[in-house]
């Protein structure tokens, strides 16, 4: 191949230039958003093994009790003794700060011990902590009595390789053997896990890859878009090099190579931005955390592997196009005639349906497990959906226009609808990247709304308050220290009242029995007002977590002599200084089971932080689709105005006012557009659903919150954005002298 030849057809003229550097810019953006999801997608599996350990629940601490035929032989539950490779580890699920959730673990071993946490090495002694650097510095700017007070002496801080990520609140205190087997929470544990989902991985796995997916379909469509930049105006080049004697396996072969250069470039470029970018998107929170900017690196060689696929890639299929075009020496093809679409493009949508519908029913429906199969039919029934909207759409949209064409009264409409006629395929293509977008938001927004916030019941009579905590007293604390403990709560600044709750003394501790037993004059402390007749009265124990008023009873007792405190609840002003110190107070009291509980924390224990998390990156991905397809869809408006420029030039030397020209243009992208926007978001929440019902069927998809249509509408207003920025190329590329036919 004769290197003038090539540069002739490469750069042979000053417009070239800028489609040369439209192709490498469009390569290079979507290159880059590339390797950043890539990077992202890696660097949540590292967060989620470097914090597996906190997943391990060890094993019982305590010895089933023995039976016989006899139940009456039956003996006590004998504790497990510690040995040299085992420790008694307790987690504590419920250890709040402010609105944040710290993940405690208190530990307990002999001096002798071989257990190693991960990223502290031996248990702390008893007194004294580690705790993750960002937990570290809130302790170390927040008041003792709020927050240190609850961990003991500062003894280190857990190394990075322990933490998900910069933003973790983790803490690892020292206790005795006799404080952990006291709580009768604690495990015994030799080793900790690198399972991070325990069983739900799988589960877990498919989320992520859908997500993945439903994310790098648009960019890949970003890709396809800008390689195809100023495709008629190769044709025509093309067709006078075939007019000079270039064979078409030359001609081919310069496509490749002029739509390589420029990728390759672009490619480059997108890897160092890539690079450049990588701290600023390891600063987006997801879950709360950050990551590491470490976590988004995907190693020389995946960039490398990356480069070489999108050269390749866009070579061969400039080549492919070029082939399929049979340019001919005379020019012949300079208008393309596509290939009418059958209603045989719906078989891959239908076929995904199917796929996702089979999965959902064999767990739920046939109760048939086949892990090696149902997840397989989820992913792959989600890419064939994905694909299937892009195939379906130019039939789609033929439809459409064909009654838009009967319907039209204007010139803009008819040259429009028979535009679309004409070339269906192409038309579609440029809102290709918008409706995936749309359908990536809708399956999104579908998954966001399975999350029931969970807020605390309103202040009224009959409910615990929101700004009050109870914990649970452990058994073998005498009245007197319970009312010690509950005098010294109260003196502190914010709380305004410390009651004790009391059971049975056969029936102490956590399981108290079905109500709690209190003096009538602390009633008033925990928001009730009918309070009966009586100096003690009663109440349901699902008063401390019931969403529904509950009332007080006279109690049978006549007084709290013969029974045990089981429960204490400190009232506070409603401050978070308050609420924290109150915390602190009944945490570090000695006498409590487990950690301090206001209603408030319920959102933070609820089982659906994890799809909380989802959903921030689902809210993420919804900007990155709309993103890219509000730039995929610049560019392929002015790409169709580059190439049309000679029609659209005889059009205004007829005498066709520009603004006509414009509305031709505009409803070239409404009507597609419109077409399939009401199929993406159908096909999105039902998509969403089936997800939903295979992960777990107590979920349910409810109606999607505002930022859902607050997406909507950014997409229309982005692509009413894209067109508008056209408008200038349609008067500057169809002036007198693009209608000259070389």
């Known amino acids: 191949m004769n290197s003038g030849l090539l540069k002739l057809a490469v750069v042979g003229s000053r417009s070239s230039y800028g489609r040369l550097a439209g192709i490498a810019g469009g390569v290079a953006v979507g290159v880059c958003l590339l390797l950043l999801l890539w990077g992202g997608a890696n660097g949540l599996s590292a967060r989620d093994d470097r914090g597996a350990w906190l997943r391990e629940t060890g094993r019982p601490s305590v010895a089933a009790p023995l039976t016989t035929d006899d139940p009456s032989a039956s003996g006590p539950a004998t504790p497990v003794p510690l040995t040299a490779d085992t420790a008694l580890m307790e987690a504590n699920p419920v250890e709040v700060f402010r609105d944040q959730l710290i993940n405690r673990r208190d530990f307990a071993s002999l001096g002798s011990t071989t257990v190693k946490i991960p990223g502290i090495g031996s248990p702390p002694a008893p007194g004294q902590y580690y705790a993750s650097p960002a937990l570290q510095r809130l302790i170390e700017s927040t008041p003792r009595d709020e927050l240190g007070d609850r961990f003991g ?48 991985a799988a589960a877990y796995s498919t989320v992520l890859s859908i997500g993945a997916i439903a994310v790098f379909f648009p960019v890949l469509l970003l890709i396809s878009i800008v390689t195809g930049l100023g495709a008629a105006q190769r044709r025509e080049r093309f067709a006078t090099l075939r007019l000079i004697g270039a064979s078409p396996q030359v001609v081919s072969r310069i496509a490749a190579v002029e739509t390589a250069v420029p990728s390759l470039v672009g490619a480059v470029m997108g890897v160092v931005l890539a690079v450049a970018l990588r701290p600023a998107a390891a600063q987006i929170p997801v879950n709360g955390i950050r990551m590491f900017a470490a976590d988004l690196t995907i190693g020389w060689a995946a960039a490398a592997a990356v480069i070489a696929v999108v050269v390749a890639a866009s070579a061969l299929v400039a080549a492919h196009r070029t082939a399929r075009a049979g340019i001919g020496p005379l020019g012949v093809t300079r208008a393309m005639h596509e290939r009418t679409p059958t209603m045989w493009r719906s078989v891959p949508l239908l076929a995904g349906l199917a796929s996702m519908i089979t999965a959902v029913l064999m ?29 379906i759409g130019p039939w789609l949209t033929r439809l459409v226009s064909g009654v838009g064409l009967r319907q039209a009264r204007s010139a803009a409409g008819v040259i429009a609808a028979s535009r679309i006629q004409r ?17 990536v938001v809708s399956v999104f927004a579908g998954g966001s709304s399975i999350i029931e916030s969970t807020e605390a019941p309103p202040a009224r009579p009959g409910l615990l308050q929101p700004t009050s905590l109870y914990a649970t007293v452990g058994t073998g604390h005498t009245p007197g220290q319970v009312a010690e403990a509950a005098r010294q709560a109260k003196e502190l600044p914010g709380i305004r009242s410390a009651t004790v709750g009391y059971g049975p003394a056969v029936l102490s501790g956590p399981d108290s029995g079905p109500e709690i037993y209190l003096r009538a004059a602390d009633a008033p402390g925990l928001g009730f007002e009918d309070i009966p007749a009586a100096q003690i ?32 609840v400190l009232g506070t002003d409603g401050t978070p200084e308050a609420m924290d110190r109150a915390r602190t107070a009944l945490n570090r009291s000695g006498i409590t089971a487990i950690p301090a509980t206001s209603p408030l924390d319920l959102r933070l224990q609820s089982s659906t932080r994890l799809i909380q998390g989802l ?31 000679r029609v659209l030039g005889l059009m205004r030397l007829m005498g066709m006012p520009v603004s006509v020209l414009r509305r031709i243009i505009t409803r070239e992208a409404a009507v597609p557009l419109l077409t399939v926007l009401l199929l993406s978001v159908g096909l ?6 089936l997800m939903v019902t295979f992960i777990d069927d107590t979920y349910r998809v409810t109606w999607p919150a505002p930022g859902y249509f607050m997406a909507l509408g950014l997409s229309l207003l982005l692509a009413l954005g894209a067109v508008t920025a056209t408008f200038s190329l349609v008067r500057g590329n169809t002036a007198m002298t693009a209608t000259r036919f070389e």
Do not use: C, H
């Open 153 to 200: 002496q500062f003894a280190g801080t857990i190394d990075d390789a322990a933490l998900p990520g910069p933003d973790s609140l983790i803490v690892v205190t020292g206790a005795t053997e006799a404080e952990l087997r006291q709580s009768g929470r604690a495990s015994l544990v030799s080793d900790f896990t690198t399972n991070p989902y325990g069983g739900s």
């Open 363 to 391: 767990i739920r429906v046939m109760e048939v497990r086949l892990p090696w199969l149902e997840f397989p039919l989820l992913i792959l029934g989600f890419l064939l959906i994905i694909v299937g909207i892009v195939v």
């Open 423 to 439: 070339a269906p395929v192409a038309t579609f293509r440029s809102v290709s990247g918008l409706v995936i977008a749309v359908f």
């Open 537 to 568: 009265v009663a109440v349901d124990t699902s008063f401390l977590w019931t969403a529904q008023p509950l009332a007080l009873n006279p109690a049978p007792a006549a007084n709290l002599g013969r029974m045990v405190p089981i429960v204490m």
């Open 615 to 645: 959903a921030v990156l689902a809210y993420l991905g919804m900007f990155v689709a709309i993103a890219i397809a509000g730039l995929s869809l610049a560019v392929a408006t002015a790409s169709a105005v580059l190439d049309r420029k």
């Open 684 to 689: 999105g929440f039902l998509v969403a659903w």
